[in-house]
T-cell receptor, first 115, second 111 residues
């Protein structure tokens, strides 16, 4: 199947710093990527839809100025958590969708811990 | 009402048991349906797509009933390695593509 990578896999940072997470589709082009957040023992929650060459579409309750998304190429989307706080600590997962069958391929996730 | 609802679980079963997972969705405009498996602290991985005609892959059988807006997953002869969280996933396309995840049902298979 298609491969999606994420970097970094784990990050620990101090409160107030910004963290950038990269999501890459390695063997296919993805015009649309998705960013999810998952808190312990909860399901994935869609944060935003990242569209190549245009602005991301954010879900209700997700601050676009806090979670900056850039999808500059067909294989790369980035999520920047600005001025991170402990409540932002979570598992962030990206996915890329294949147009052919709507299957989503997920990255391995990034575990963010904000101290 | 949640857009995608699953059995709350967890399910604790012995090896060899047959396990059935149920899922309902509320939006009749839902277009495609999947079961994903998620292991602890890992990303979800596609288990199988779900079609109205039914879909079988070895010990796994998935079924979709559009009239009832109901999706099922059956695991026969369960193995220890089947222990995971099973996520019901529904794709919508109502002016924009959107994926809705169920909360997941945790399965523990014990020897």
């Amino acid at each position: 199947g298609a491969v999606v990578s994420q970097h970094p896999s784990r990050v620990i940072c101090k409160s107030g710093t910004s963290v950038k997470i990269e999501c890459r589709s390695l063997d296919f082009q993805a015009t649309t990527m998705f960013w999810y957040r998952q808190f312990p023992k909860q399901s994935l929650m869609l944060m935003a839809t990242s569209n190549e060459g245009s602005k991301a579409t954010y879900e209700q309750g997700v601050e676009k100025d806090k979670f900056l998304i850039n999808h500059a190429s067909l294989t790369l989307s980035t999520l920047t958590v600005t001025s991170a706080h402990p409540e932002d600590s979570s598992f962030y997962i990206c996915s890329a969708r294949l147009w052919a069958n709507n299957e989503q391929f997920f990255g391995p996730g990034t575990r963010l811990t904000v101290l | 009402r949640k857009e995608v609802e699953q059995d709350p679980g967890p399910f604790n079963v012995p090896e060899g048991a047959t396990v059935a997972f149920n899922c309902t969705y509320s939006n009749s405009a839902s277009q495609s349906f999947f079961w994903y498996r998620q292991d602890c602290r890992k990303e979800p991985k596609l288990l199988m797509s779900v079609y109205s005609s039914g879909n079988e892959d070895g010990r796994f059988t998935a079924q979709l009933n559009r009239a009832s807006q109901y999706i099922s997953l059956l695991i026969r002869d369960s193995k220890l390695s089947d222990s995971a969280t099973y996520l019901c996933v529904v794709n919508l396309n109502t002016g924009g593509f959107k994926t809705i995840f169920g909360a997941g049902t945790r399965l523990f298979v014990k020897a």
